[in-house]
């Protein structure tokens, strides 16, 4: 089955820049959506159609795609951003989500 | 604003059956394909099924295919997920959620907007 990467955990400062990569050999040829989890809530969209930010969405939080790697970018992480994230796409049959990564901002 | 609320689950013993609904309000909820996705407690996610906004086009999931049945009823906002044979593995939170407008462009496959889940619980 299809699957994609992301790494298990970030870690940044307050203020800095995280990246949020996530890796599968389809990426290329489709959309890669982001989603935003902190503890006992459910997900929440931060970016679809690989670069798009739905309303509602700071925008600092951004979305690019390159090759076969997409990376989920947030600029001036803030301690609210500590969550997991999980990127998502669809590989023309089956819908398929990273393990997710947890981002740290200390 | 928009609200999604699943209803439904519970502690079943393997092998039984389990319905959960989902009630939709706030939008024109048969302009949107909807979803349902689950996640073990802990772990992390994975889709199940989806429908069309006119029915039109139903998919599931390799892990849940045979044993799972979406449905929809655009005059109640409702979807419906109906699941049966379940195995100790089925155990997580249901999660039910709008997709984009269409299920047949890669454009159209993300989860906008999600309920706070039910727990489904397969146990002896």
């Known amino acids: 089955s299809y699957e994609v990467t992301q790494p298990p955990s970030v870690s940044v400062s307050p203020g800095q820049t995280a990246s949020i990569t996530c890796s599968g050999d389809?990426?290329?040829?489709?959309?890669t959506c982001w989603y935003q989890q902190k503890p006992g809530q459910s997900p929440i969209l931060v970016i679809y159609?690989?670069?798009r930010r739905p309303s509602g969405i700071p925008e600092r939080f951004s979305g690019s795609s390159a090759g076969n790697t997409a990376t989920l970018t947030i600029s001036g992480a803030q301690t609210l951003d500590e969550a997991d994230y999980y990127c998502?796409?669809?590989?023309?049959?089956?819908?398929?989500f990273g393990g997710g990564t947890r981002l740290n901002v200390l | 604003e928009v609200e999604v609320v699943e209803s439904g689950g519970g502690l079943v013993q393997p092998g039984r059956s389990l319905r959960l609904s989902c009630v939709v309000s706030?939008?024109?909820?048969?302009?949107?394909?909807m979803h349902w996705v689950r996640q073990v407690p802990g772990k992390g996610l994975e889709w199940v099924s989806g429908?069309?906004?006119?029915?039109?086009?139903?998919a599931y999931a390799e892990s849940v295919k045979g044993r799972v049945t979406i449905s929809r009823d655009n005059a109640k906002n409702s979807i419906f997920l109906q699941m049966n044979s379940l195995r100790l593995e089925d155990t997580a939170f249901y999660y039910c959620?709008?997709?984009?407008?269409?299920?047949?462009?890669?454009?159209?496959?993300?989860?906008?907007?999600w309920g706070r889940g039910a727990l489904v619980t397969v146990s002896s």
């Open positions: 959620a709008r997709g984009g407008q269409l299920m047949l462009l890669a454009a159209d496959w993300y989860f906008a907007l």
């Open positions: 706030g939008l024109t909820f048969s302009d949107y394909a």
């Open positions: 429908i069309g906004s006119k029915n039109d086009h139903i």
């Open positions: 389809r990426l290329g040829d489709t959309y």
């Open positions: 159609q690989s670069t």
């Open positions: 998502q796409a669809w590989d023309g049959s089956s819908v398929v």
